[in-house]
Every structure is written in C-alpha cells, then in structure tokens.
T-cell receptor, first 113, second 113 residues
Framework: GAGVSQSPRYKVAKRGQDVALRCDPI?????LFWYQQALGQGPEFLTYFQNEAQLDKSGLPSDRFFAERPEGSVSTLKIQRTQQEDSAVYLC???????????FGDGTRLSIL | AQSVTQPDIHITVSEGASLELRCNYSYGATPYLFWYVQSPGQGLQLLLKYFSGDTLVQGIKGFEAEFKRSQSSFNLRKPSVHWSDAAEYFCAVAYNQGGKLIFGQGTELSVKP
C-alpha cells in the first residue's frame, strides 16, 4: 500500500485479555516507531525498531507490553492482561532511513472495558 | 527532562484571519523541531521541520514556523486560515535527526466562518 497500515482500526477488549496490534509499514522502510496517544494528549514514545532490531524500548510502560518485528517489516505490539489505563490510540510510524520524515498510520483505537 | 509545552489547548480563529500557535521546548542543546497536524481519526501529518540553518522554515499548506533560540520557541504561523485547517496541531522535538519524538499536548484549532 501507499501508506502505513494499522489493524484493527478499533479494538474493544475486556480487562485482563491480551491484545495484538499490527503495523504494516511502507515497503522498504527501515525505521519503525510505536507511540501511545491517550485521549486529549500528545503521542508518547513506546519503542523503536531499525529493521528487526529493537533499539529502544524505554517507553514501554510495563512488562505487559511487548513489541516485535521479526523480519524487519511488519510489527506487532502485544499487550498482555490489559488494564483500563491501556485505553488509547496506538500509532505506528515508519521512515525510509534514519533521519528521513516519519509517516504515521491512522492508529488503532483500543478500548478496555 | 526534555519537554515540549504548547500553552494553548484550544484556539478559535475566524476564516481568513492570521494564526500563531505557540510552542516552547526544554532541551540542553538545539533540538530537531517539528510541527504535525492531526485530523480526527487520522494519523499525524508533518507540516514542517527545523534541523539547522535558516530559522524561518516553510512547510506545506501555507504554514511557516520560526525557531528562536533565545526564547526556546518554535511557533507555527499562517497568514490566512482556511476552514480546512481545523484540526489538532502538535509540536515535537527530537534529540537527533532520526530519534524518537517528544510531543507537546497539542492545540486544537477551530475555524469559524
């Protein structure tokens, strides 16, 4: 596709369930970022990949959050034992090379009941 | 800690009027500076960026921003606002050209006829 694709667009889960959010970056893009955007707030950094290597995961809020990019393209953000405070929009962004402009997906809106 | 402040949570301007959105950052060195726009349910779109050189940068959609080191500011301006400019605007900084972005809280822009 032409842009960064995220799926699902909307996800509703019960507290305690595990969820997986997918990001398809633009083909050939090396860098991939995940951000969390709470309602009424700016996005907050979660983690960063360069190809398949996770170079920075300092923003992951707890060990319930896990991200992977095994083949250096598609990435999955997994949240285990979801809590209500995990409700947010999760944004994925990719760039061709380090330092080139970021392209953001439309995000996945996660609601935890 | 590095931070970005957008003092105005919500601004309303009349169509055709000029616009200035404020952004202040806290960082020890000259950061890389960005402005993004987000329409409801959409990802973020890059309006403009400053890395070095001329402190007045031009962006897309008729926007410009000026970096003022003495004031630690990077305010966004547009001489004549269009109704389609109504959206959320985020200022962001990065430590380096490919680094993670630190976003401000955002300014919601409403445009009245």
């Amino acid at each position: 596709g032409a842009g960064v694709s995220q799926s699902p667009r909307y996800k509703v889960a019960k507290r305690g369930q595990d969820v997986a959010l997918r990001c398809d970056p633009i083909s050939g893009h090396v860098s991939l970022f995940w951000y969390q955007q709470a309602l009424g707030q700016g996005p907050e950094f979660l983690t960063y990949f360069q190809n398949e290597a996770q170079l920075d995961k300092s923003g992951l809020p707890s060990d319930r959050f896990f991200a992977e990019r095994p083949e250096g393209s598609v990435s999955t953000l997994k949240i285990q034992r979801t809590q209500q405070e995990d409700s947010a929009v999760y944004l994925c962004a990719s760039s061709l090379i380090t330092g080139s402009p970021l392209h953001f997906g439309d995000g996945t809106r996660l609601s935890i009941l | 800690a590095q931070s970005v402040t957008q003092p105005d949570i919500h601004i309303t301007v009349s169509e055709g009027a000029s616009l200035e959105l404020r952004c202040n950052y806290s960082y020890g060195a000259t950061p890389y500076l960005f402005w993004y726009v987000q329409s409801p349910g959409q990802g973020l779109q890059l309006l403009l960026k400053y890395f070095s050189g001329d402190t007045l940068v031009q962006g897309i959609k008729g926007f410009e921003a000026e970096f003022k080191r003495s004031q630690s500011s990077f305010n966004l301006r547009k001489p004549s606002v269009h109704w389609s400019d109504a959206a959320e605007y985020f200022c962001a900084v990065a430590y380096n050209q490919g680094g993670k972005l630190i976003f401000g809280q955002g300014t919601e822009l409403s445009v009245k006829p």
